[in-house]
T-cell receptor, first 114, second 112 residues
């Protein structure tokens, strides 16, 4: 496809379970971002990948959160031992430039932790 | 902490009206500013991007302006249509760091 895709679109899990969220960026885009949008709140930066450089993990809220990007393309965000406060929409964006501009966002994964 | 504020939080206008959405940011050393649109249950669509050296950008009925010195940007929507109903977000990137800093958005409803 031409845009950023994310899977699954919806995920319902029980508290304490691990979840994996996937992002397929636009082909050739070197930069990839993960953001979280909680109900009634703004977008919260989680992590940024740029090429083969070490990722910027400064936004990850706890050590239960981790992300990897394989081969400079697909990225997986993993949340271990999920908590109810992890419920949110997780958005992925990619960009063709080293530091922006114009991030192209995916449709997001809506995570619900029961 | 970099803060981006959007006012109003919600706006309802009759079809055909011109309207202005506001975005303010605390640090003027920006790299660029983007306006996004978010429809319910969907991701973000980039509408306009203004580089730090630019004062405004236009796309169709949309015009975005940037005043770095006052830390403000406005999104002007001309002749609003029901299809413009969505949440509008502004996001700022700074010269240092990688992330976009988002405002909390303005929820726009255009009434037919």
């Amino acid at each position: 496809g031409a845009g950023v895709s994310q899977s699954p679109s919806n995920k319902v899990t029980e508290k304490g379970k691990d979840v994996e969220l996937r992002c397929d960026p636009i082909s050739g885009h070197t930069a990839l971002y993960w953001y979280r949008q909680s109900l009634g709140q703004g977008l919260e930066f989680l992590i940024y990948f740029q090429g083969n450089s070490a990722p910027d993990k400064s936004g990850l809220p706890s050590d239960r959160f981790s992300a990897e990007r394989t081969g400079g393309s697909v990225s997986t965000l993993t949340i271990q031992r999920t908590q109810q406060e992890d419920s949110a929409v997780y958005l992925c964006a990619s960009s063709p430039y080293t530091s922006g501009p114009r991030g192209f966002f995916g449709p997001g994964t809506r995570l619900t932790v029961l | 902490k970099q803060e981006v504020t959007q006012i109003p939080a919600a706006l309802s206008v009759p079809e055909g009206e011109n309207l202005v959405l506001n975005c303010s940011f605390t640090d003027s050393a920006i790299y660029n500013l983007q306006w996004f649109r978010q429809d319910p249950g969907k991701g973000l669509t980039s509408l306009l991007l203004i580089q730090s050296s630019q004062r405004e950008q236009t796309s169709g009925r949309l015009n975005a302006s940037l005043d770095k010195s006052s830390g403000r940007s406005t999104l002007y929507i001309a002749a609003s249509q029901p299809g413009d109903s969505a949440t509008y977000l502004c996001a700022v990137q700074y010269n240092t760091g990688n992330q976009f800093y988002f405002g909390t958005g303005t929820s726009l409803t255009v009434i037919p």
